[in-house]
């Protein structure tokens, strides 16, 4: 159940100009040599789809297109233990040797850090990168972890009580984000499950 109270954060003309500024922010890291060595993975599921646009937008600027993965981290989560449910498993695909890769880590809004050090002890399962970056759509602050974004499209500092809503045309037919009440715990737990609440 999606809240109705919703009010828009970004539109599709800053989302698409947030993806070109984080795209030419990397290309201006890293050299031509060390681009060959880029690897993009977004972290399921709305961090798969601004990766995407990453790769997408990167290829475009270089004519060179980076290898693209997707990471769940469902069960390295720190919270896995005291849910009552177990959250949908996305697939991990990793078509690719990460060792001695320089990973742009993908995902759509950035608070706690928890879900950041969850992925980052997933990476450490599949490989050994020579670097790690990460880029984030959306940077609200919460911050309960020491983690930081290398790469930031928008920073807002928004209340505990607020909540944060990513969509995608691909999942949702439209490029827009949101932020609106949280829906109380009761509710919630009565409520069917959605995707579109940031992952905290």
Do not use: C
């Not at 201006?28 to 040599?33: A, K």
Request: hydrophobic share 40%.
């Amino acid at each position: 159940m999606e809240a109705s109270n919703k009010t828009l954060l970004l539109d599709e003309n800053v989302i698409n100009a947030a993806v070109a500024n984080i795209a030419q922010a990397v290309i201006s890291e890293f050299s031509p040599e060390k681009a060959s060595q880029l690897v993009f993975i977004g972290i399921h599921k709305r961090g798969v789809m601004f990766a995407r646009r990453l790769v997408k937008a990167i290829t475009e600027k270089t004519g060179t297109e980076p290898h693209l993965g997707t990471l769940d981290i469902t069960m390295y989560r720190d919270d896995i233990g005291r849910r009552k449910t177990l959250p949908q498993i996305y697939p991990t695909e990793l078509p690719f040797n990460i060792n001695d890769q320089i990973i742009i880590l993908a995902d759509d809004v950035l608070q706690t850090g928890r879900t950041i050090r969850a992925a980052l002890d997933a990476l450490t399962d599949y490989g050994r990168p020579s670097l790690i970056r990460l880029a984030v759509l959306v940077d609200r602050g919460m911050r309960e972890f020491p983690i930081r974004a290398d790469y930031s499209g928008k920073l807002f500092q928004i209340p505990r009580e607020k909540k944060i809503i990513v969509k995608w045309k691909e999942l949702d037919n439209e490029d827009a984000v949101y932020v609106s009440d949280r829906v109380p715990q009761a509710a919630a737990e009565q409520a069917p499950q959605t995707e579109n609440a940031v992952k905290q």
